[in-house]
């Protein structure tokens, strides 16, 4: 079944630590991207990429990095975690407008 | 970024009344205009979506309305049903391209 799916759904971390956020689709978009949000809270854009070797950067991309290697895949890395990082990171994707999202991954930083 | 404001912060209303949510935007180049309900603890659904090009769009008891002119738009639900209680976010392309900002989102609360 075509889907976005995030890896890990939830993850403890100490700080300093770095660590990936996974994202896979098989949706077969182009266009990929992600969020950080509390819970109920607003959506905040932190990267998207709109195809293979390319990636932007959005208000909140200061303290992370992403790589779009292949189509399907859209990680997100935190080089050095901290209590501030602690929040949802919600990943999405697109042909074209519409986007679709993914789970989510809850992150805590002790 | 551009912002996108969203009003009311809640709203409370009673099964069968209506709903409606506002935004603003002001990125004069945006051009598409989604609308996502967030049940606790699950992703955003999108509920429906309007582009420039269009007025009003309508699906079922879920309606929106655009203005680009005012640079807002707006979500209407009719006949409310507690099932709708959710948290309910705009959003605005950011200039004419793919990538969205959100407004701060709506908690719906419909009771019985």
């Known amino acids: 079944e075509a889907d976005i799916y995030q890896t890990p759904r939830y993850l403890v971390i100490g700080t300093g630590k770095k660590i990936t956020l996974e994202c896979s689709q098989t949706?077969?978009?182009?266009?990929m991207y992600w969020y950080q949000q509390d819970p109920g809270m607003e959506l905040h854009l932190i990267h998207y990429?709109?195809?293979?070797?390319?990636?932007e950067k959005g208000d909140l991309s200061s303290e992370s990095t992403v790589s779009r290697i292949r189509t399907e895949h859209f990680p997100l890395t935190l080089e050095s975690a901290r209590p501030s990082h602690t929040s949802q990171y919600l990943c999405?994707?697109?042909?074209?407008?519409?986007?679709?999202f993914g789970p989510g991954t809850r992150l805590t930083v002790l | 970024g551009e912002n996108v404001e969203q009003h009311p912060s809640t709203l409370s209303v009673q099964e069968g009344d209506s709903a409606v949510i506002k935004c603003t935007y002001s990125?004069?180049?945006?051009?598409?205009f989604p609308w996502y309900k967030q049940e606790l603890g699950k992703r955003p659904q999108l509920i429906i979506d309007?582009?420039?090009?269009?007025g009003e769009k309508k699906d079922q008891r879920i309606a929106v309305t655009l203005n680009k002119t005012a640079k807002h738009f707006s979500l209407h639900i009719t006949e409310t049903q507690p099932e709708d209680s959710a948290v309910y976010f705009c959003?605005?392309?950011?200039?004419?391209?793919?990538?969205?900002?959100f407004g701060k989102g709506t908690s719906l609360l419909v009771t019985p």
């Open positions: 949706m077969g978009h182009d266009k």
């Open positions: 309007i582009r420039s090009n269009v």
């Open positions: 959003a605005a392309s950011i200039n004419s391209g793919y990538a969205l900002n």
């Open positions: 999405a994707s697109s042909r074209e407008d519409t986007q679709y």
């Open positions: 990125d004069s180049a945006s051009n598409y």
């Open positions: 990429s709109y195809g293979v070797n390319s990636t």
